[in-house]
């Protein structure tokens, strides 16, 4: 499809600060009631079957993003914003230049993501419920209400907004946000016209009749919980997440002190990202480290999971790839901070 044989949307919304295409897609469904799978399709993010390719929430191609940005009316900045590839030159796993073929062949193929992209989380979000919320909460702010392109970087645990801690998954179905089979793309139960900030994981239950689709589960994810708030700790999270984020900033320093030596901001990335391999892998050597007790806790409780996991495979004669999965981020906020 060409540029000119995409017609333009009736009507379209501006991007919000730090929105990631997702929500982006998620409001835009809303305002003009139709599912997102249909906006997909008219603004030509839709592939053949009518989902949208994860990758594309890290880059759309230039001719791609050109007909997404007529569709909607968005400036090419505009659209370029709603993806993660504007952190790409500082963090590995964000940059697409050297293995984009290869990344989207691969990615075709087998639905999988590649181990360094998993510290980038395409298969589902975390979320912060007052961000989802909009600006005051109340339902006249309906689109102002966020799903952030940050949140989908292991680095960021909390919201510096409203003071908290991320959250991982669905109060009420416990399923991680955005969350759905890895053939349902971007956006799970995509044909399913619901409310921005609703939950889309297929809701839980027993289903009669198995072939059938499952409902999405539909629970309201931007009302806050009453979580507990422990200030010490959240400052610690917010301190740490600050710094690094700072690093990915186009105007940062070029280069970071990484144990001892001056390197470059994407070879840092790629240090901590072992370091954080080498403590999952070892644990619970580096338990003793320095970092809240709750953050410990938390971390502790997910790596003991882990090694568990690993230790049941064994016994029944599998050969578990230890490397993945202590490769890969832990989901929670708390226990990712830790690490
Ligand atoms: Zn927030
Ligand atoms: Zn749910």
New binding site residues.
């Given amino acids: 499809m060409t540029e000119m044989s995409i017609r333009r949307l009736p009507r379209s919304l501006a991007p919000l600060p730090d929105e990631e295409l997702t929500g982006y897609l998620l409001r835009l469904g809303h305002r003009l009631e139709q599912p997102p799978a249909l906006i997909a399709t008219r603004t030509g993010l839709a592939d053949q079957g009518g989902r949208i390719p994860s990758r594309f929430l890290l880059k759309l191609e230039p001719e791609r993003a050109a007909r997404f940005a007529h569709a909607c009316r968005l400036t090419q900045q505009e659209t370029d914003g709603l993806c993660l590839a504007s952190f790409a030159e500082r963090y590995p796993p964000l940059d697409l230049t050297i293995s984009e073929h290869k990344l989207g062949i691969f990615l075709q193929q087998t639905q999988q993501v590649p181990a360094l992209q998993r510290w980038v989380f395409t298969q589902h979000t975390r979320y ?5 919320a909009g600006d005051d909460g109340s339902t006249r702010h309906l689109y102002n209400g966020t799903w952030k392109k940050t949140w989908r970087l292991p680095l960021v645990s909390a ?4 003071n ?1 801690l991320l959250v991982a998954r669905c109060p009420e179905c416990g399923q991680p946000a955005h969350a759905g089979p890895r053939a349902a793309g971007l956006i799970p139960q995509s044909n399913e016209l619901l409310h921005p900030a609703q939950c889309r994981a297929p809701s839980k239950g027993t289903e009669p009749d198995r072939r059938k689709l499952r409902q999405p589960c539909g629970h309201r994810l931007d009302t806050a919980d009453d979580e507990p708030r422990d200030t010490t700790t959240i400052q610690h999270v917010l301190d740490l997440q600050q710094r690094l984020l700072a690093l990915l900033q186009p105007d940062a320093p070029e280069t970071v002190s990484s144990i001892g030596d001056q390197t470059r901001a994407s070879r840092y990335f790629l240090d901590l990202r072992l370091a954080c391999f080498l403590i999952s892998y070892t644990w619970p050597q580096a338990r003793r480290l320095d970092s809240p007790p709750p953050l410990i806790d938390n971390l502790d409780d997910h790596l003991q999971r882990q090694h568990s996991l690993i230790r049941a495979l064994k016994a029944k004669g599998k050969r578990p790839r230890s490397a993945t999965i202590f490769s890969s981020p832990p989901a929670a906020p708390a226990a990712c901070s830790a690490l």
């Fill in positions: 912060c419920p007052h961000c989802l919201c510096p907004i409203h908290r």
